[in-house]
Every structure is written in C-alpha cells, then in structure tokens.
C-alpha cells in the first residue's frame, strides 16, 4: 500500500502562486512516475501534469507555461508550483504515482487538496 500526503492547497486570489507538495511513502520512488490530477466541480478530472523517473515533464495544454512540476528523490516528494493562478484553476488537486510507457497510468491516488482561485 502507497500513502500519498498532499498539502499546499488553500485559496489564493487571481494571479497568484501557490505549491503543492506530496510526499510519498514507497520505495524505489525514485523509479516511479509521479503526477498532479485536478478535478473541479462538475467536471471530469483530468490530468494536470507528471514527471517520470528520468525527469522527463508533460503537461495538460491549459496549465502549459504557468505551471512546473519537480520532484525530490531524496525526500520521496514531488512539487507543483502553480503561477498565474486563474478561477478555472479551481479544482481538488490530487497526487499520484504509476507508470510511464507511452502515456501515464497511476496506480496510486492521494485524498486531495483543495485550491481555490477567488478575489
């Protein structure tokens, strides 16, 4: 069993940054692929950004310049500092871990962190 500890969320108004941080309890974390999903009300949840074991980044195409994903082996932890924050940012951020082959398939889901882009 993975145990994925987000925190970071909260609110922040438009233009604003914030950063998330997960900290994961697994092994070889190093190896793993590692990514923010976001999910807003009433929408789908979707795939905001990952870095895979050898620090190769992808991002969702409305994130794209305004968002950066990093990661800390030493620490098992990943990032996401999120820049010019927008309302359409509003979401429950969610941590995961999987695997890289083609497209990204986490395997492991945090609970979720809240952000909320309000003036």
């Known amino acids: 069993q993975v145990q994925l500890v987000e925190s970071g969320g909260g609110l922040v108004q438009p233009g604003g940054s914030l950063r998330l941080s997960c900290a994961a309890s697994?092994?070889?974390?190093?190896?793993?692929?590692m990514g923010w999903h976001r999910q807003a009300p009433g929408k789908e949840r979707e795939l905001v950004a990952f870095?895979?074991?050898?620090?190769?980044?992808n991002y969702g195409d409305s994130v794209k310049g305004r968002f950066t994903i990093s990661r800390d082996n030493t620490e098992n932890t990943v990032y996401l500092q999120m820049n010019s924050l927008k309302p359409e940012d509003t979401a429950v951020y969610y941590c995961?871990?999987?695997?890289?082959?083609?497209?990204?398939?986490?395997?492991?889901w945090g609970q979720g962190t809240q952000v909320t882009v309000s003036s």
């Open positions: 870095i895979t074991s050898g620090g190769r980044t």
């Open positions: 995961t871990i999987g695997y890289y082959s083609d497209i990204y398939q986490p395997n492991y």
């Open positions: 697994r092994s070889s974390f190093s190896t793993y692929t």
